[in-house]
Structure formats: C-alpha cells, structure tokens
C-alpha cells in the first residue's frame, strides 16, 4: 500500500517568515494530494489540494508543488501568521475507484508573534 | 450547508463499556470514512463505508470494532468493551459518488473518547 513520509514533525518560525513542509510517498499510482490544516481539538480542514497533471498550483500565500518522478510535494506558506499556527497534514491517493488517502504524520507549525 | 456532523464531540466510558459514534456525512455524500487519531500522532485510517455496505476493513483492529452505514441515517463506529488504549480521537469524513469528484474526503469535528 501507500506509504506517506511528512517533515519535519515540528516547525517553529517566525511572524513573516516562510515555512515549507515536505512529503514523500511510495506508490507511483497517486495522482491525487490533498494537504490539511487541523487547529487545537478541530478536525482536519482541506487547505489546498494538487492533481498529478500539475506541478505548482497557490492560493495566496499558501502554495504546492509536486515533483512526480521524485515522487514528493511541499506546502509552502508565506508571510506567515500567527493564525497559521496548527498541525498540517499531508496526504496522498489515487483517484477514482475506492480510493483511500493515506496521509502523513503530520507537522506542528508554530508562528511565533 | 452543513458540513461532516459527528456526535457526541466527547465521550467518556468506563473499561468495559461500549462506545457508539455517529457520523452524518456532508449532503449528497455517499461515501464514509473513519479515521483514529492518538495524541501526537497522525490520521490512521480504519474503515470506508458506502450505503448498506463495507468497502475496506483494513485499519479496523480484527476484534470490538464494527462500522455500519445503513439505508437510512448516520454512519455508526462502535467499540465494544473499550480499554483505556481506545482513548482516541475518531474522525470522520465524506466524499461524493463518482470518480468526477476527484475524492476530496471533508472531515468532521471527532469525536474525543476518553476510557477511565
């Protein structure tokens, strides 16, 4: 099965700077990676998502790119917040069929003020 | 629009007892997913459930657990006889039917079990 690799576990930045979080997975059949942002006793909330037909896809200043022959993608963040602040989960799948994502361990990003 | 409605939000059991969580996926979601999430640790998938039957059981621990996801109302995750290592998060989420939806699963709020 899918096997999805996130760094770093923790993430400490601060207000302004940018933050990168990287992940790798094993099955070249993903197409499909989706990352989420999970704030203090929330569930996981989809931020920004990119297909395999793409390299670099942003919405303000957040932004993914996906190198498939590497077989790894990054979340970028720009100018971060201190809002920003929150565990960050990556994922990966295939699309179509019953698919299941199978997502990283995630990363705790910490903006400091 | 309401989005994934998960009940109750926190749960607490004795060991020994039996934990029921409920799940109402998004309007117009046919597909369910649970996931388990331990203190520091990541999204752990356990089952994926469309209406009246079981796709994957493959993350559901071989004994006390069972989902369901009937004609009618909410996706159910029960635990049996609950142990102090179920203390968890449970999460689920929804997806719309077809392969065009680009299976975008959204999660609910969890449920927090607490075993004392």
């Known amino acids: 099965g899918e096997n999805v690799e996130q760094h770093p576990s923790t993430l400490s930045v601060q207000e302004g700077d940018s933050a990168v979080i990287k992940c790798t997975y094993s099955?070249?059949?993903?197409?499909?990676f989706p990352w989420y942002k999970q704030e203090l006793g929330k569930g996981p909330q989809l931020i920004i998502d990119i297909r395999s037909n793409v390299g670099e896809k942003k919405d303000q200043r957040i932004a993914v790119t996906l190198n498939k022959t590497a077989k790894h993608f990054s979340l970028h963040i720009t100018e971060t917040q201190p809002e920003d602040s929150a565990v960050y989960f990556c994922?990966?799948?295939?699309?179509?069929?019953?698919?299941?994502?199978?997502f990283g361990r995630g990363t705790s990003l910490i903006v400091h003020p | 629009n309401a989005g994934v409605m998960q009940n109750p939000r926190h749960l607490v059991r004795r060991r020994g007892q039996e934990a029921r969580l409920r799940c109402s996926p998004m309007k117009g979601h046919s597909h369910v997913y649970w996931y388990r999430q331990l203190p520091e640790e990541g999204l752990k998938f356990m089952v994926y459930l469309q209406k009246e039957n079981i796709i994957d059981e493959s993350g559901m621990p071989k004994e006390r657990f069972s989902a369901e996801f009937p004609k009618e109302g909410p996706s159910i995750l029960r635990i049996q006889q609950v142990v102090r290592g179920d203390s968890a998060a449970y999460f689920c989420?929804?997806?719309?039917?077809?392969?065009?939806?680009?299976?975008?699963?959204?999660f609910g709020e969890g449920s927090w079990l607490t075993v004392v």
């Open positions: 099955d070249s059949a993903s197409n499909y």
């Open positions: 989420a929804s997806s719309p039917p077809g392969t065009w939806a680009g299976n975008t699963i959204y």
């Open positions: 994922a990966a799948s295939l699309s179509g069929g019953s698919y299941i994502p199978t």
